[in-house]
T-cell receptor
């Protein structure tokens, strides 16, 4: 399968713990996006990378969230000191900049539950 | 403030009929608009893109219109099938050429046999 993959698919954690999610984009894609989605809502933009550079971060993103894409390939999203409000589906998407208005290909998501 | 609105009520239609979903936006001037399909527990899947200078786009049983004066896009599925049952999301380009997408909340379509 050459699509976007995410790991883990599900994560249950206790409030206050740190969690890290991984995203492997489509190999030739240079842009990578993180979104968060809660029940009944559309995905909400969190941050994006072009190659290894993090070019934009949502103002809604708490400083407990950090993302990296060290070699311009896979990316990690870390949430420190998790809160119950962080419970959501975390989606990763990738695209090839400069093509067809950046059609984004989404992974299956990581569902986070904070108890 | 900027808003993208889709009908939050589920749309229930009979198999074979045409489903029409609406996406309205305010305080945006998007260069393009995209429609995605999302099944429960899965990531969105790209369906169609329409640019600001295009009035209509078709792909198989799907048709999208884009009216920049009304600030509205309509998404049609003709000859609907139960397999078309899903949530459909519209998305606008968020800023410049970043590719960042701003999504509506989605409309759930249920096609009954």
């Amino acid at each position: 399968d050459t699509g976007v993959s995410q790991d883990p698919r599900h994560k249950i954690t206790k409030r206050g713990q740190n969690v890290t999610f991984r995203c492997d984009p489509i190999s030739e894609h240079n842009r990578l996006y993180w979104y968060r989605q809660t029940l009944g809502q559309g995905p909400e933009f969190l941050t994006y990378f072009q190659n290894e550079a993090q070019l934009e971060k949502s103002r809604l993103l708490s400083n407990r969230f950090s993302a990296e894409r060290p070699k311009g390939s896979f990316s990690t999203l870390e949430i420190q000191r998790t809160e119950q409000g962080d419970s959501a589906m975390y989606l990763c998407a990738s695209s090839l900049a400069g093509t067809s208005a950046d059609t984004q290909y989404f992974g299956p998501g990581t569902r986070l539950t904070v108890l | 403030s900027q808003k993208i609105e889709q009908n939050s009520e589920a749309l229930n239609i009979q198999e074979g009929k045409t489903a029409t979903l609406t996406c309205n936006y305010t305080n945006y001037s998007p260069a393009y608009l995209q429609w995605y399909r999302q099944d429960p527990g899965r990531g969105p899947v790209f369906l169609l893109l329409i640019r600001e200078n295009e009035k209509e786009k078709r792909k198989e049983r799907l048709k999208v219109t884009f009216d920049t004066t009304l600030k509205q896009s309509l998404f049609h599925i003709t000859a609907s099938q139960p397999a078309d049952s899903a949530t459909y999301l519209c998305a606008l380009d968020g800023s410049g050429n970043t590719g960042k997408l701003i999504f509506g909340q989605g409309t759930t379509l249920q096609v009954k046999p």
